[in-house]
């Protein structure tokens, strides 16, 4: 099991956090007892592609997409999960329409408008 640790991912260059990366894909392959080429077939990308991104030298996003979801660890993307949020004024705005009395039905007036006899 991986051990746990307080990464300052604000303070690890680009290269770096690619390397942290490539080493969790690489863990969690051998944790699971699978092959480089095992995993290229099944996430449809080149082996070299697997390598790559194993060693921190980049790949695209669609290929760790890939990877991730053939191990399983594709859960992570959650935290990019847009959640609408209405502002307060909308809000207030809502509560401000809201009814808050029962009305009766007009109906029409039986007796139409007259003119008085003047």
Known sequence: ????????????????VLVQIGQFVQQTRLQQNKSQQ???DAA????????????GRGGTLLSLIQILRVLNQISFLNV???????SPMYLAKLEMKKRRRARTPK???????SLPDW
């Open 38 to 40: 095992q995993v290229a």
């Open 80 to 86: 990019f999960q847009v959640e609408e949020k209405i």
């Open 44 to 55: 449809g990308v080149n082996r070299s592609t697997l390598s790559q991104i194993e060693n």
């Open 1 to 16: 099991m991986m051990e746990k640790t307080n990464i300052k991912w604000n303070e690890l260059s680009d290269g770096a």
């Open 107 to 113: 109906t029409e007036d039986p007796k139409p408008y």
